[in-house]
C-alpha cells in the first residue's frame, strides 16, 4: 500500500525550531519528487517546499514566506523525508501534509499520494 | 507575484451542473490539476495534467484549461461531493495554489 507517514509536530515558542518527518511507503521512494504543503486552521493550502532526486542532484526549492528559515532533506536508504524548520514564526503554525506524485503513476504536475498530516502550533 | 484566484463559494443543487473557475495569466499554457478536500481529511486529487481523472475518479469529474482559466465541472452534483476544491499548476520550478472553493450542495 502506498503510503506517507507524517510526524514531529506540536507545541513551539516562536522563534523555535522543529523537525518533521515523513515516512513512505510501497513506492519507489528514490524515485520521487517530495514536497511538503501545509494548511493553516480554516485556511488553504500552501506549497512549502520540494526536493528533486538524488539522481538529479536533490535540489531544493521553497516558497518565499519560509526560504531561509525552512530545509528540506531526504534519506533514500531509509525512505524518510525531513522538514527542518527555523525561526518559527506564528504564521507558521499548520498542519504539515508530505506529498508526492506516484513514481510509476506518474500524473505530471500533480500530486497524487499525501499523509495526514502533522499539526505545528507556534505560539508563546 | 503569479495568482491563482478561485470563487471562495459555490453552491449548487443535487443533480445539477457545478462549475469552479480557477484563473490566471497564461493558465492555459500550463497544466492544472484539481484537489477535494472534506472536513478532516487530506487533499484528493480528482484532476490531473488538465483533463485527466485518476483511478477510483467518478466520470462525473471533469476538467479544461484555456487561456486564462481552468475549469473543474461536476456533472451531476451528489451531496457528498459537498467539499473544498483547490487548482493547482507549477509556475518557475515553484508550485500554486488557489485559495480554494467550498461547494455547498443544498
Known amino acids: 500500500e502506498v503510503q506517507l507517514v507524517e510526524s514531529g509536530g506540536g507545541l513551539v515558542k516562536p522563534g523555535g525550531s522543529l523537525r518533521l518527518s515523513c515516512a513512505a511507503s510501497?513506492?519507489?521512494?528514490?524515485?520521487?519528487?517530495m514536497s511538503w504543503v501545509r494548511q493553516a486552521p480554516g485556511k488553504g493550502l500552501e506549497w512549502v517546499g520540494r526536493?528533486?532526486?538524488?539522481?538529479?542532484?536533490?535540489?531544493?526549492g521553497y516558497a518565499a514566506p519560509v526560504k531561509g528559515r525552512f530545509s528540506i532533506a531526504r534519506d533514500d536508504l531509509k525512505n524518510m523525508l525531513y522538514l527542518q524548520m527555523n525561526s518559527l514564526k506564528t504564521e507558521d503554525t499548520a498542519l504539515y501534509y508530505c506529498?508526492?506524485?506516484?513514481?510509476?503513476?506518474?500524473?505530471?504536475?500533480?500530486?497524487?499520494?499525501w499523509g495526514q498530516g502533522t499539526m505545528v502550533t507556534v505560539s508563546s | 507575484s503569479y495568482e491563482l484566484t478561485q470563487p471562495p463559494s459555490v453552491s449548487v443543487s443535487p443533480g445539477q451542473t457545478a462549475s469552479i473557475t480557477c484563473s490566471g495569466d497564461?493558465?492555459?499554457?500550463?497544466?492544472a490539476c484539481w484537489y477535494q478536500q472534506k472536513p478532516g481529511q487530506s487533499p484528493v486529487l480528482v484532476i490531473y495534467?488538465?483533463?485527466k481523472r485518476p483511478s477510483g475518479i467518478p466520470e462525473r469529474f471533469s476538467g479544461s484549461n484555456s487561456g486564462n482559466t481552468a475549469t473543474l465541472t461536476i456533472s451531476g452534483t451528489q451531496a457528498m461531493d459537498e467539499a473544498d476544491y483547490y487548482c493547482?499548476?507549477?509556475?518557475?520550478?515553484?508550485?500554486?495554489f488557489g485559495g480554494g472553493t467550498k461547494l455547498t450542495v443544498l
Open positions: 506529498t508526492t506524485r506516484d513514481p510509476v503513476r506518474g500524473v505530471i504536475g500533480a500530486f497524487d499520494i
Open positions: 510501497g513506492f519507489t521512494f528514490s524515485d520521487a519528487w
Open positions: 526536493i528533486n532526486t538524488r539522481s538529479e542532484g536533490g535540489t531544493t
Open positions: 497564461k493558465l492555459g499554457n500550463r497544466y
Open positions: 495534467e488538465d483533463t
Open positions: 493547482q499548476a507549477w509556475f518557475s520550478n515553484t508550485v500554486l
